[in-house]
């Protein structure tokens, strides 16, 4: 996503992290495009993106072209995208809810965009997976949201609670479709909901682009107000924000891109607690800088994942193996060296 | 500023929490309200800053109604001074100071050079602006409760609400918030209403002061005629002296020793 970062206002002195940020997502795109079970030299890797734009770079008609053109680069687009959508989810959902501890998949949006998929795989083709998956996780956080808000403001562990019990309910519901359609669907429901993109291809990322643009640029043009509504409710409103509206836009922003995103890589956790917590921590909690920099810190940590998944064995391994496995212990960190900072007043 | 029989319940068939408070603020004056916890004061500010609705009364503003008002039209009118809190997560006292303009900024935008120089130049009126890059949840209370005024004259109102300015501070930083917020409503000429615990610091720093208990006025009127030892033993019910120190008056609590 094109972004010009203008806070030059602010003296910054770690505008080289900035500038890093920005460009990490390219390189890792970079790398994931040469490493994998068909070697390709690096340089090739350019040749080839090059002639798509200027014939004269086009090295002809090699191996490597429709590797490159036709699996690996939609591969590492769809990763991108989806990384793109989690973190960026992430971080306006914790402004949102005043709650550094939340993400799509701990607030149970991703489980109700899995029940969606699930749903419409397993019993209802004729219904469009992904306005499938984005009811069912707008719901799912709907829920979450009117059980955490017992008594006007919301608190950051029955939230928590919340989230996770709405993320059992629905996950017991696709336990109820698994167990009910036949193996051949059965086979398809639970590879995919492992996350993965090996199945990635251009329509998918058609898919989840179309999710990323249309759910978090208005996310990323109020980027600012998240500063004011994380001050609380009362605070927010007497400062002059529209809370209703504007927290409706900033959830719903954010379920589309992530139930997108769902219905096309599957259940992948973590991403969007982990990626904004790491840019708060390189560059502070301003949201004008925090949010484009979690969107593109998101898309390198996920094509960094995939590669990983990719490459480490001689197998695919779904690529929510590889996150799941750094953000448990990721959470566990945050909890213990946060004490009062991460949890706060509950 | 005009207050006009305010009335307020929680809901239907409970009891009445403000019962038809009326009194007038006028700009560059300190108006103190004054009255133990649970008189209605909290409820009050809530009616004025539009979070909650009351069921009867008005209040005006150069004749135009403020309740009529949306938020950002509103937020345009009246800023909040709340009580000192520690927010999520930790803002630099600036990212704090540049809230104020929300109201000013359009929903999808994000703040214009303007708005950056008016917060930097409201940080140097409180003598804040060294603590720019520092962040709101490492600085002590008193810089704290500044950056929070500091916020609220960004948001360039002509009316200022301040919930319990001095209630977290210690008694230096009392003086210091309350010297600053009178200087500052007589050089900008603002109407600013607090609520205070201390009738000492109302003697102090108020003009007027409106009195409040079990939802309606007591008293109201300038400072030091309305704070006498009858209305404390009818307002607070404590037995109080009023000493005179040189023109000031001090209340002095009669407790045995």
């Not at chain 1, 053109?69 to 959508?85: E, F, N, W």
């Amino acid at each position: 996503m094109p972004f010009k970062e203008d806070s030059k206002f602010k003296v910054q002195d770690s505008r080289f992290i900035s500038g890093l940020i920005y460009v990490l997502p390219f390189a890792a795109a970079w790398v994931a495009l040469f490493l994998g079970a068909y070697g390709v030299s690096p340089s090739m890797v350019l040749r080839v993106l090059g002639g798509v734009v200027f014939p004269f770079f086009d090295p002809g008609d090699v191996a490597e072209k429709a590797i490159i053109l036709d699996i690996r680069l939609p591969r590492v687009l769809l990763a991108g995208l989806t990384g793109m959508a989690l973190a960026g989810a992430g971080v306006t959902l914790q402004g949102v809810f005043r709650n550094p501890l939340v993400d799509p998949f701990i607030l149970g949006i991703s489980a109700g965009a899995s029940l969606g998929c699930a749903l419409s795989i397993g019993f209802f083709p004729s219904w469009p997976i992904q306005i499938m998956a984005f009811i069912f996780g707008l719901g799912a956080v709907a829920v979450t949201f009117s059980a955490a808000k017992m008594q006007g403001e919301i608190s950051r562990l029955p939230l928590i609670l919340a989230g996770v019990i709405v993320s059992a309910f629905f996950t017991a519901m696709v336990s109820i479709v698994k167990f009910l359609v036949d193996p051949m669907k059965l086979q398809s429901i639970v590879f995919w909901l492992m996350g993965s993109f090996a199945l990635a291809d251009w329509r998918m990322v058609w898919i989840a682009g179309g999710g990323v643009l249309a759910g978090l640029l208005p996310v990323f043009l109020m980027r600012w107000r998240l500063n004011v509504m994380s001050m609380g409710d009362d605070e927010a409103r007497t400062l002059g924000i529209h809370l209703r509206r504007d927290r409706l836009i900033l959830i719903v922003g954010s379920s589309l891109a992530v139930s997108l995103a769902v219905s096309v890589s599957g259940i992948i956790g973590w991403v969007g607690l982990m990626v904004p917590h790491l840019v708060r921590m390189l560059r502070g909690p301003d949201h004008r800088a925090l949010v484009p920099q979690s969107i593109m810190g998101g898309a390198a940590f996920m094509i960094f994942a995939d590669t990983i998944a990719r490459n480490l064995t001689g197998f695919d391994i779904p690529v929510g193996i590889i996150t799941a496995i750094l953000g448990a212990p990721f959470f566990v960190f945050l909890m213990r060296k946060g004490g009062r900072e991460n949890w706060g007043r509950a | 500023m005009t207050v006009k029989d305010i009335t307020f319940r929680h809901s239907s068939g409970q009891p009445d929490v403000l019962r038809g408070v009326s009194f007038e603020a006028l700009p560059g004056r300190i108006h103190a309200i004054l009255g133990p916890n649970g008189s209605g004061k909290t409820t009050l500010f809530k009616c004025l800053t539009g979070l909650w609705r009351p069921q009867r009364g008005e209040v005006f503003y150069n004749g135009q109604n403020l309740l009529a008002f949306s938020g950002p039209a509103r937020a345009r009118l009246i800023a909040v001074v709340p009580q000192e809190h520690e927010p999520p997560f930790p803002y630099s006292v600036e990212d704090m100071v540049l809230m104020g303009r929300a109201a000013h900024v359009d929903a999808f935008a994000v703040p214009s050079r303007r708005d950056y120089e008016t917060a930097e130049e409201t940080m140097r009126v409180l003598g804040i602006d060294h603590l720019r890059d520092k962040a709101y949840t490492r600085i002590s209370g008193g810089e704290r409760q500044l950056a929070l005024v500091a916020r609220a004259l960004a948001q360039q109102t002509p009316i200022l609400l301040l919930d319990e300015p001095t209630s977290h501070l210690d008694f230096r930083h009392q003086l210091q918030v309350l010297k600053k917020v009178r200087w500052i409503a007589r050089e900008k000429n603002l109407t600013v209403l607090m609520t205070l615990h201390d009738p000492n610091l109302a003697l102090l720093f108020a003009d007027q002061v409106v009195a409040l208990n079990e939802g309606g006025i007591q008293a109201h009127g300038p400072a030091d005629e309305v704070i006498t030892e009858a209305m404390l033993a009818r307002v607070y019910g404590v037995e109080v002296t009023v000493l005179d120190n040189n023109g000031i008056k001090v209340v002095s609590p009669r407790v045995e020793k």
